[in-house]
């Protein structure tokens, strides 16, 4: 079998683990050894030179271990959702489930997860896939114009109304309506949109005509509802009739693993609207992409790459790693430090466990337990339980 010097040096660099300093490839005396010993090999020792060169370049670039080459591949993306974690998968499959129906469903996340994204999986793999898909940000409008903006108005309702407009629930009809930040409604209009969800009707303002809707209603939203129910900042029953089918988007620092996936779709997404080629990241920028927490989730994510690929000259990113680094020390407004108290690996692992079980009620095996929401055998976490002392009992 013939080795060519291309198949010697084929490997991306990325693949490569070498030294800082490039010893040489060999030794005089070894060189003569080799001729003497193989004619084949003896053909090589005229490109060592070049190799030598070669291996030397790849030295330079002894950081670079990310290929972002490539896209994503389709079994990790679902919709417009890239990831392929546990925690991810989950949630997707409570997606699947409840998409062919035409109950409510209400979104849970933080800021930045991805809210919509789920909204529009939902409506796209519903029968009203073909009918329309109406966002309202309930946080992005003034209260006193909410309602207008939901229900429509007629002529003369109230002053500077000139014309009759049509609400958000009438253009949704037959389709979904987003209420995207539902916690944001002020308490007056709470009643009429409780109306609205059971009764699929409601008056124009200044009408006494009672319109007829036939709406699918998907809600999200970033705040504790639970707790807004408790201090009477948001109506139990209106609550417990968004509630039907919660869907909780876990933050980007609980599925650390789907990082990766995201900086490649990222990179590509920027590069191609910018005609730019990046296809490498450093490895001290990979550990701080990894570790950092990411308190804007996917959105942050989303803008430091954009503003990385902006600053590349080259095919590697160079991304401001500086922001990350000072953000983690950055006091808040309490004038604390920000970063989390240090724990041990122990702690960190005994409370991931504990917080998986506890979204699985303590189911440890099956499609939705603890042990797959974790990626790990029934066994495996089983035996992780006992050495860290976990058990129903304590929780």
């Given at each position: 079998?013939?080795?060519?010097?291309?198949?010697?040096?084929?490997?991306?660099?990325?693949?490569?683990?070498?030294?800082?300093?490039?010893?040489?490839?060999?030794?005089?005396?070894?060189?003569?050894?080799?001729?003497?010993?193989?004619?084949?090999?003896?053909?090589?020792t005229g490109h060592l030179?070049r190799l030598q060169s070669?291996?030397?370049?790849?030295?330079?670039?002894?950081?670079?271990?990310?290929?972002?080459?490539?896209?994503?591949?389709?079994?990790?993306?679902?919709?417009?959702?890239?990831?392929?974690?546990?925690?991810?998968?989950?949630?997707?499959?409570?997606?699947?489930?409840?998409?062919?129906?035409?109950?409510?469903?209400?979104?849970?996340?933080?800021?930045?997860?991805?809210?919509?994204?789920?909204?529009?999986?939902?409506?796209?793999?519903?029968?009203?896939?073909?009918?329309?898909?109406?966002?309202?940000?309930?946080?992005?409008?003034?209260?006193?114009?909410?309602?207008?903006?939901?229900?429509?108005?007629e002529r003369g309702a109230?002053?500077?109304?000139?014309?009759?407009?049509?609400?958000?629930?009438?253009?949704?009809?037959?389709?979904?309506?987003?209420?995207?930040?539902?916690?944001?409604?002020?308490?007056?209009?709470?009643?009429?949109?409780?109306?609205?969800?059971?009764?699929?009707?409601?008056?124009?303002?200044?009408?006494?005509?009672?319109?007829?809707?036939?709406?699918?209603?998907?809600?999200?939203?970033?705040?504790?509802?639970?707790?807004?129910?408790?201090?009477?900042?948001?109506?139990?029953?209106?609550?417990?009739?968004?509630?039907?089918?919660?869907?909780?988007?876990?933050?980007?620092?609980?599925?650390?693993?789907?990082?990766?996936?995201?900086?490649?779709?990222?990179?590509?997404?920027?590069?191609?609207?910018?005609?730019?080629?990046?296809?490498?990241?450093?490895?001290?920028?990979?550990?701080?992409?990894?570790?950092?927490?990411?308190?804007?989730?996917?959105?942050?994510?989303?803008?430091?790459?954009?503003?990385?690929?902006?600053?590349?000259?080259?095919?590697?990113?160079?991304?401001?790693?500086?922001?990350?680094?000072?953000?983690?020390?950055?006091?808040?407004?309490?004038?604390?430090?920000?970063?989390?108290?240090?724990?041990?690996?122990?702690?960190?692992?005994?409370?991931?466990?504990?917080?998986?079980?506890?979204?699985?009620?303590?189911?440890?095996?099956?499609?939705?337990?603890?042990?797959?929401?974790?990626?790990?055998?029934?066994?495996?976490?089983?035996?992780?339980?006992?050495?860290?002392?976990?058990?129903?009992?304590?929780?």
């Amino acid at each position: 079998m013939t080795t060519t010097m291309d198949e010697l040096v084929a490997p991306s660099l990325a693949e490569m683990d070498w030294k800082q300093q490039a010893p040489p490839v060999f030794i005089p005396d070894e060189t003569d050894y080799v001729e003497r010993r193989s004619p084949a090999a003896a053909n090589l020792t005229g490109h060592l030179p070049r190799l030598q060169s070669l291996i030397g370049q790849i030295c330079e670039h002894d950081e670079v271990t990310f290929d972002l080459q490539g896209p994503v591949r389709p079994e990790d993306k679902f919709e417009d959702l890239i990831g392929r974690s546990a925690s991810l998968r989950a949630m997707l499959d409570e997606v699947k489930i409840v998409a062919p129906t035409d109950s409510t469903v209400l979104i849970l996340g933080e800021t930045g997860t991805g809210k919509e994204l789920i909204a529009r999986a939902i409506h796209n793999r519903s029968s009203r896939r073909d009918r329309s898909f109406v966002r309202v940000n309930c946080a992005a409008i003034p209260s006193g114009l909410l309602e207008s903006e939901l229900f429509g108005h007629e002529r003369g309702a109230f002053t500077g109304a000139i014309a009759r407009k049509i609400g958000r629930f009438e253009l949704a009809n037959g389709g979904t309506l987003f209420l995207d930040e539902i916690g944001d409604i002020p308490p007056e209009l709470q009643p009429k949109l409780l109306r609205v969800l059971q009764e699929q009707e409601f008056e124009r303002l200044g009408s006494t005509q009672t319109m007829r809707v036939n709406v699918r209603v998907v809600a999200a939203t970033s705040r504790d509802l639970p707790q807004m129910v408790a201090n009477r900042e948001f109506r139990s029953d209106l609550y417990y009739r968004l509630n039907v089918f919660p869907v909780r988007l876990p933050a980007l620092r609980e599925r650390s693993e789907d990082i990766a996936l995201l900086v490649r779709h990222f990179v590509h997404l920027c590069c191609k609207r910018m005609n730019k080629r990046v296809e490498q990241v450093p490895q001290e920028a990979v550990q701080v992409l990894l570790t950092y927490t990411w308190p804007g989730n996917v959105r942050e994510l989303q803008n430091y790459i954009e503003r990385a690929v902006i600053l590349s000259p080259g095919k590697v990113l160079r991304a401001p790693l500086a922001e990350l680094k000072q953000s983690v020390a950055r006091p808040d407004c309490s004038g604390q430090c920000a970063t989390p108290k240090a724990m041990t690996l122990k702690d960190a692992e005994h409370d991931h466990i504990i917080q998986a079980l506890a979204e699985t009620n303590w189911v440890i095996g099956g499609p939705k337990g603890a042990a797959a929401r974790l990626g790990l055998q029934r066994t495996t976490l089983i035996s992780k339980m006992q050495r860290l002392g976990i058990s129903r009992a304590q929780a």
